[in-house]
C-alpha cells in the first residue's frame, strides 16, 4: 500500500539535530548528505538542506527553517535515477517518482494542480528531485539509493503468486532438472541496468533467471528414424 511523500518534523537535540529513526524496528542510518536541495513536484528548490537515507525511507531535512523536512519510504519509491540532461532539469539531481493512494484514482485537472497551489498537498506529490550542491557526488547516492532499495522489497500481495505461477527460484527449477531425464535445465544472469533502479518492480534493478527448455526427445526421434532408414536400406541391398 503506497504511503507516498509526507511531511517529517522529528529532529532529536530539541529539533535541532539528526532526524528520530525507529530504531526499536531496526531502522539505520546508512548515509548523510549536506547541502541538499530538494523540488517538490513542479516547484522551485527549496533552500539546501540535509538528506538522510535510512535502511527504510529517504529523509530531507532543511537547514534554515526546524519545522521543514520531507519523507518517503523506499516502498513509495517506484523509480529512482541520475539525471544530467539540462533539458530534462536544469541542475544534475537524483530523480524520483513517488507512488501515492491517489494513483488508484483518476487525475483531477491539471488547472487546480496542487503541487502550484499555496497549500502542498503532498497527497499528490509524484515526483521529487534531490540537487546535490556538489554533482560529483550523484553516483554516491544513485548507489546508497540502490542498495537502501534492495532492503525493501515489494510485498507479495495474496493470489499474486497464481497469477505467475511461472516464475520459479534457482532451487525449485534445480529440484525440477534432478526429477526429469529428459529436459535440461540451463540459466543466465542478465547483468542489471545502471542508468535507473526501478524499486517496485525489482526486474530492472536484479538479475533476470531465464530458463530454457531443450527437449532431447525430439533429437531421439530424429536418431531412430534415421536408423530405420539406414536399415530398410540394407535389407534391400540384400
Not at 35 to 48: L, T
Not at 184 to 194: G, L, R, V
Request: glycine share 6%; aromatic share 6%.
Amino acid at each position: 500500500m503506497a504511503v507516498g511523500l509526507r511531511h517529517f518534523t522529528a529532529r532529536a537535540g530539541n529539533g535541532s539535530g539528526e532526524p528520530i529513526l525507529d530504531a526499536d524496528n531496526g531502522e539505520e542510518l546508512v548515509h548523510v548528505q549536506p547541502s541538499v536541495s530538494v523540488a517538490v513536484g513542479d516547484r522551485a528548490p527549496e533552500s539546501p538542506g540535509t538528506l538522510y537515507i535510512t535502511t527504510r525511507q529517504v529523509i530531507w531535512l532543511s537547514e534554515l527553517d526546524r519545522e521543514k523536512g520531507y519523507a518517503v519510504y523506499f516502498l513509495s519509491l517506484s523509480l529512482h535515477a541520475v539525471s544530467r540532461d539540462p533539458e530534462a532539469y536544469p541542475s544534475p539531481c537524483i530523480y524520483t517518482q513517488i507512488e501515492t493512494e491517489a494513483d488508484e484514482v483518476e487525475d483531477e485537472s491539471k488547472d487546480s494542480d496542487s503541487e502550484c497551489s499555496e497549500v502542498l498537498d503532498l497527497s499528490k506529490i509524484r515526483e521529487m528531485r534531490f540537487i546535490p550542491s556538489d554533482a560529483n557526488q550523484l553516483d554516491t547516492l544513485f548507489q546508497v539509493f540502490c542498495e537502501c532499495a534492495e532492503l525493501n522489497p515489494e510485498p507479495i500481495e495474496e493470489g499474486e503468486e497464481e497469477g505467475h505461477n511461472w516464475i520459479f527460484s534457482a532451487d525449485q527449477l534445480e529440484d525440477e532438472a534432478g526429477a526429469g531425464d529428459d529436459v535440461e535445465w540451463h540459466f543466465s544472469q542478465n547483468p542489471t541496468n545502471t542508468i535507473g533502479h526501478s524499486n517496485g518492480h525489482h526486474d530492472l534493478a536484479s538479475s533476470v533467471l531465464e530458463l530454457q527448455i531443450n527437449d532431447q526427445r525430439f533429437e531421439d526421434a530424429e536418431e531412430m528414424e534415421q536408423d530405420s532408414d539406414t536399415g530398410h536400406h540394407h535389407q534391400s541391398q540384400q
